[in-house]
């Protein structure tokens, strides 16, 4: 992936909001089974979860715990996350976004990097949805435990996720490495983090349509919740498909280049936060009734779906809510 080293850098929506350590303890979310355990799982489970408890209501520990309890109260006050209570302030951000000007800076810098996705998105579906685009509140970086403001508190134990009642997408570094490549046996490269958050905008453009609205099935392989993140998938690829073409007033793309390797690397993304594949490595076995993201398979070709989809939305229609 390569970016106009011209093209100029807007970083107002993207930055470090710090986080605190978590070291003292207490109010952590719980996650049974430990790290290693629900962890893994839930590091992908999260992401949904936090999009669909704003909807439905789940009860987090439940379904990271392997029981289907739902819980029927609602969760948009960010009760999802009872207990938790962040102690200590924030630490102040290590990662300085500011500096970011120019695509030749994203050439040589992963955080100007997230800054140039983070707007080539921003333009791409503005194009598409026109009058109906609202640009994202923001993506916030943080490390540790971050303070939403609508979604509660939340780990780094959570991975990357997209939260609706302030439209901010919420971006633990340290996932791509931790996760991704460590305990999932992905790999970290620079079109994998893209896709993460291609993704995650994904549920920002579900939110603005309404699609978010008419989840009502949470788990299993026809759910609704694995047709919300099949169809991110596909939003994930449109936007990897027309990155690199010129807008229709024959502006300059953000992004130059991408390389069939770096389409590669977003498959082989998609492919490792398959649930069958957590589940087979984490497992031993595959659940159906439990899914929530879908197969590796599905994951992969909705994603080549959207790269083919020719920036027609209604191609990545999944079926959510049907
Ligand atoms: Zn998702």
């Known amino acids: 992936m390569r970016f106009n080293p011209k093209a100029r850098l807007d970083t107002s929506r993207v930055r470090d909001v710090g986080g605190s350590s978590g070291s003292g303890g207490g109010g952590m979310i719980p996650i049974p089974g430990g790290r290693m355990g629900g962890g893994i799982g839930g590091v992908v489970l999260v992401i949904a979860l936090l999009v669909l408890s704003q909807c439905a209501g789940i009860d987090l520990t439940g379904v990271l715990g392997g029981s289907s309890t739902t819980s029927s109260s609602s969760s948009l006050d960010g009760s999802m996350f009872s207990g938790t209570s962040v102690d ?152 990897a498909g027309s990155a690199t073409t010129a807008s229709a007033d024959g502006e300059e793309p953000l992004i130059s280049d991408l390389t069939d390797q770096d389409i590669s690397d977003a498959i082989g993304a998609a492919t490792t936060v398959g649930d069958d594949y957590i589940q087979e490595r984490t497992q031993g076995g595959v659940d159906e009734e439990s899914w929530t993201h879908g197969s590796s398979q599905q994951r992969v070709t909705w994603f080549k779906t959207g790269m083919a989809a020719n920036n027609d939305v209604d191609a990545c229609d999944t079926g959510v809510g049907s």
């Open 88 to 239: 200590g302030s924030s630490s102040g951000g290590t990662h300085d976004f500011s500096s970011c000007r120019t695509g030749d800076d994203a050439n040589n810098s992963e955080d100007c990097a997230l800054v140039a996705v983070e707007n080539s998105l921003y333009d791409y579906w503005s194009g598409v949805l026109g009058d109906r685009f609202q640009p994202e509140t923001g993506v916030h970086v943080f490390e540790g435990q971050v303070q939403t403001d609508g979604c509660g508190s939340a780990t780094e134990d959570v991975g990357p996720f997209y939260c609706p009642t302030d439209q901010t997408i919420y971006l633990d570094t340290d996932f791509y490495q931790d996760m991704l490549e460590g305990q999932l046996g992905g790999q970290d490269a620079p079109f994998v983090r893209a896709y993460v958050i291609a993704h995650e905008y994904g549920h920002h453009i579900q939110n603005l349509l309404g699609i978010m609205n008419q989840v009502r099935t949470q788990q299993g392989a026809d759910s609704d919740s694995v047709k919300l993140e099949l169809q991110a998938d596909c939003f994930a690829g449109m936007w």
